[in-house]
Each structure stands twice: as C-alpha cells, then as structure tokens.
C-alpha cells in the first residue's frame, strides 16, 4: 500500500478501531488451521521475534479439527508485522520465517510448495472480497509467469480465532521461485556479475533513482529503485555499479529517437513479453500502485538471458475496485496513465516507461495480439467467474467466521468505494459486475491496429504473417491473420538454404498464433515462407539473438 499523510493515517486509525475484533468459538475448519504461539512476546515491525507454530493439515477435502495433532508443521517460527499502511488495521498481516531452535532458516515444503523458510501470512481486512490477491496471482501464473502461490488458512494467534489469512509465498530468488542464478560476494566482472538480479520501484529506496522525472510530475522527484536480490547488506559495490548502469541504459534506450530500433532499441534491453503480461494484469485490475509501487523487476545472467523481466506481480489489495482515490474505483481509465490524475502523488509516479512503450507501434500491434488470445481464454468473463467462484465455494464456511471476527461488512474500511456492500455476496457480485465492465472497457480502448486489429482489410493478400518478437529469444511465436478460412503451408529456411521445417496450417478468419520449436536452432538468421495453394506466398525474416 501507498505512504500516507499523518492526517490520513490519523483517520485510519480512528476508523479502523471502530471495529474491533469479536471472539469466535472455533472448533474445526474445511481450510488448514495455522496456530501460533508468541509465548507472551508481542510482535513487533522489526525484528522478528521467536515462536511456536503449529499446522493441522489433514489432507485436500479432509476436515481439520482444532484437537488434531500438528501433523503439517510443527516447530519453531521468526515472525514479524509486515505491509506499510495496512499495519494500521487492527488484523495484521505478517512475514513468517521458519527457524530451527538457534533461529536459523530452514527451508520445507508447506502445502505441496517448494521448500522455502521464508512465507507470508496476508490479512485481507480491507480486502473484503478476500482474494484479490489470490486473482492477480493466479491471473500472472496462468499468463505463463511464477508468481506468488497462495493457500486460504484460518489463523488462531495465542489462543485467540484471528481469521481467513492467505498464506502465500515471498518473492524471493529460489529455484521455486524467481529462477535466477545466485549472487556470490566474488562476482565483480564478467559474466557472472551481469545476473542474477531482483529489484523493485517503492517509495522506500535502499538502491538508487532513476535519471528522468515521471511524466505529468508537478515536482522534480524521480522513481526510486530498491536492491531486493541481492539484499542491501550483500550487494557489493560492483553488482550495485552494474544493475544501476543497466537500468540506466535501458532507460536511457527507451527515451532515444532509436527506441522501436528491433537490433539497438529498447527490445535489446528488456523482454517486452513479459512487460505486455505485467500491463495486461496491472490494467484487468485497474491497480492504483500498479507500476509504481511494489513492482518488482528481475534480470538473469546474460549467458541465459540478458533483458530485464517484468514482475513478479505483487500487491493488489488496493486493485479490482477496492481504492476510493486517484480513479482507483473506476471501469474506465488507464493505470499507467495515474500520473495525469494525481500528479502530486508523494508516495510515488509511473516512469515514462509505460507511456513510452504504447508509443511502439510493433509493441502495440503486439499487446492487441496478445489480449485478442488471451481474451477468448484465460480473461474470459466465463474463466474468470469460475476463477472467483471456486475461492468462494473454498472459503463459504469460514467466511462467516471471518466476518464475525471483524464485522466490517458494509462498513467503511479505508481506501473502500462507495456504495459498500452490505453482505459477502454483494462483495462477490459487485467484484464480478466491475470486472466484466472492466473488461469490456479494454477491449474497446486498447490500440486496435496492425497485426492484430480485428479489421482484416488492412491485409494486402489473402493473408498476412508477423512475428511476436524480433529478434527473439527461445521458441519463435508467429501471428498469422487471415481474411478467410484456407489452408497454408509454412517452411523455415536458413541462410545456408536448409529446409528446417515444414508444416501446414488450417488458418481461420481473423488471427491466430503459431509456435515454432526453435530450441535446436542457432543464433542466426531465418526466413518464414507462407504459402497457400493459389500461389500467394509471404516471407518473414526472423532472427534468433544470441
């Protein structure tokens, strides 16, 4: 959540002691039950303090009884309040690391997740939906990106019922997790000090600024990078020089005459697919912090991938029409375009980097490819309903616990839109109702020409061929449109006249894409023949990059 001025926080602090917590007699649950014991010591922001904590898991669909043994975890834990402003609610939301008896990490598998130490329990309480997180997660994991995995638990914190809590993962550099080589205090040169790195823009900086004021800014402040991997503590002085100076270049690239360059441009720096995926999840949720805040940026070693990756997603309880400022609540509207609505922002601006990136015309043509496919599968209406109603099936019985627990149903919780909902349902109904709207509103703003536009006209055949990224690393992904239903037939040639690959296509009307197994091939040029049986034929010059 966004930093607020003391008189808001003041507010928020009135309003939220409103509600205080009510106790609940709880016996057993259909979700995990999470106990722990602080043994008297009062949780604090920082450090983590010691304590007992104990899992009844019994297994998908069984019933978890309060009197059942620990049978999941059982043992010792660092815990510590986590989040900015959400510390203000009287449910906090907490960093857990799991420790042996010497307060040292040990790493396990919770919930059939990869072994980690590090996890977080996530208090919705302004979040009355619940799963708002859940859905940006879930939305960015299905987009084809790790993203934090998340479990619904009820939570008994000294012997006191505290609630539904999402227990989620951390983003943090881990084969499980955001896969980038580990950081050695001796990588200084070569290879190995070009990755791997994670860093975020926030509006606490422990890294670096940027060198350009956002757009729209009515103040001389610059976005604020922070150092996530490696930490502040471990980064040296090299790594710190490298990851600040690529950045720079990338933004520097960006802002040159030369950025829609497909060799020297910004496509030399950054994986623009992953940028497209971050936007698209940024935009369903219209998320008020999107691009700005807790948004999280990673970079590989060059000799496995040299661009800047956008995400992991983190941090929507304020997306999805839950922020009653800066056009948060809204259907209609960009969130990469919050500079121009709340220019004297303190807590933080976009970069240019959004505004300039929907000037690339291929980068557009692109994105309009990529929500056309993307619109038909996983955000269709039907998908995404389905999506909410299995978390409401999950939690139906527990959700009344909750809400008895912290009886802020129709209540005003800050940032909460008006009209509030009086009941869980109308939380669910009105999440569904702005979500479809949201949707809708996207598919007629988002640019809608070239390759991917749904007019085929523009085509000066019977049919036409793109590609989605050129140069291209991994697989190649083509777009072909058609004006009609016909079969083609495609060829991939190299510069030595090889015959790659041949293949035949049924195309229907409109667009569809096609992915080329270019794992085996080298770093090089190749050409992409089309053809169909009238003769048209179409070349497409592709290069795989090194």
């Given at each position: 959540m966004r930093a607020l001025p003391c008189l808001i926080l003041a507010l928020l602090s009135f309003c939220c002691s409103t509600f205080a917590q009510q106790t609940v007699n709880f016996s057993s649950s259909n979700l995990p039950i999470i106990v722990i014991n602080t043994n008297g010591q009062e949780i604090v922001n920082d450090p983590k303090v010691m304590a007992d904590m104990g899992i009844i898991y019994n297994g998908e669909g069984n019933r978890n009884q309060i009197t059942d043994p620990f049978n999941h975890y059982n043992g010792k834990i660092g815990i510590e309040i986590r989040g900015q402003s959400s510390q203000m609610f009287p449910m906090k939301s907490y960093s857990l690391e799991l420790w042996d008896n010497n307060a040292d990490g040990v790493d396990k598998s919770l919930f059939g997740l990869p072994k980690e130490s590090d996890w977080v329990l996530y208090a919705p309480y302004t979040d009355k939906t619940l799963m708002r997180n859940f859905l940006a997660y879930t939305l960015s994991r299905n987009l084809g990106h790790w993203s934090a995995n998340c479990r619904f638990v009820e939570v008994v914190l000294n012997g006191k019922y505290v609630g539904i809590y999402v227990f989620m993962e951390k983003i943090k550099r881990n084969k499980g997790r955001v896969n980038i080589p580990k950081m050695e205090k001796t990588d200084e040169s070569g290879d190995a000090v070009t990755g791997g790195y994670i860093f975020s823009l926030d509006k606490e900086p422990n890294g670096w600024f940027s060198q350009y004021t956002p757009p729209y800014s009515t103040g001389n402040q610059r976005p604020q990078f922070s150092y996530i991997y490696p930490k502040p503590e471990y980064i040296n002085n090299a790594q710190k020089a490298y990851i600040k100076s690529y950045v720079d270049s990338f933004e520097n690239v960006l802002k040159s005459n030369q950025f829609q360059d497909p060799l020297n441009g910004v496509r030399n720096f950054a994986d623009l697919n992953s940028f497209m995926d971050y936007f698209i999840v940024n935009e369903v949720g219209r998320n008020v912090d999107g691009y700005r805040l807790s948004s999280f940026f990673y970079k590989d070693r060059n000799s496995i991938n040299r661009k800047i990756v956008a995400g992991p997603v983190w941090d929507y309880d304020l997306a999805f029409r839950n922020a009653d400022y800066c056009n948060g609540n809204l259907t209609s509207g960009w969130a990469y375009?919050?500079?121009?609505?709340?220019?004297?922002?303190?807590?933080?601006?976009?970069?240019?980097?959004?505004?300039?990136?929907?000037?690339?015309?291929?980068?557009?043509?692109?994105?309009?490819?990529?929500?056309?496919?993307?619109?038909?599968?996983?955000?269709?209406?039907?998908?995404?309903?389905?999506?909410?109603?299995?978390?409401?099936?999950?939690?139906?019985?527990?959700?009344?616990?909750?809400?008895?627990?912290?009886?802020?149903?129709?209540?005003?919780?800050?940032?909460?839109?008006?009209?509030?909902?009086?009941?869980?349902?109308?939380?669910?109904?009105?999440?569904?109702?702005?979500?479809?709207?949201?949707?809708?509103?996207?598919?007629?703003?988002?640019?809608?020409?070239?390759?991917?536009?749904?007019?085929?006209?523009?085509?000066?055949?019977?049919?036409?061929?793109?590609?989605?990224?050129?140069?291209?690393?991994?697989?190649?992904?083509?777009?072909?449109?058609?004006?009609?239903p016909?079969?083609?037939?495609?060829?991939?040639?190299?510069?030595?006249?090889?015959?790659?690959?041949?293949?035949?296509?049924?195309?229907?009307?409109?667009?569809?894409?096609?992915?080329?197994?270019?794992?085996?091939?080298?770093?090089?040029?190749?050409?992409?023949?089309?053809?169909?049986?009238?003769?048209?034929?179409?070349?497409?010059?592709?290069?795989?990059?090194?």
């Open positions: 375009d919050f500079n121009t609505v709340c220019p004297g922002d303190g807590a933080g601006l976009i970069p240019f980097w959004w505004y300039r990136l929907m000037e690339d015309t291929a980068y557009t043509a692109s994105l309009r490819c990529r929500w056309n496919d993307l619109r038909s599968t996983t955000l269709s209406v039907n998908n995404l309903n389905h999506l909410i109603d299995s978390v409401v099936h999950l939690v139906s019985e527990a959700e009344v616990r909750h809400f008895t627990a912290w009886p802020v149903l129709g209540q005003y919780v800050w940032p909460n839109p008006q009209p509030i909902p009086v009941s869980y349902d109308g939380e669910i109904a009105t999440l569904k109702d702005w979500l479809k709207t949201r949707l809708e509103w996207i598919d007629r703003n988002l640019p809608n020409k070239g390759k991917c536009g749904e007019n085929t006209a523009d085509l000066a055949g019977s049919f036409g061929i793109w590609s989605r990224e050129n140069p291209f690393l991994g697989n190649a992904e083509i777009r072909l449109k058609s004006k009609t016909q079969i083609v037939h495609m060829q991939v040639i190299d510069m030595s006249g090889r015959k790659l690959s041949a293949r035949k296509i049924e195309l229907i009307t409109g667009n569809q894409w096609v992915s080329l197994n270019a794992t085996g091939w080298p770093a090089g040029i190749y050409l992409i023949h089309v053809f169909n049986d009238t003769g048209e034929k179409q070349t497409l010059k592709m290069i795989k990059a090194y």
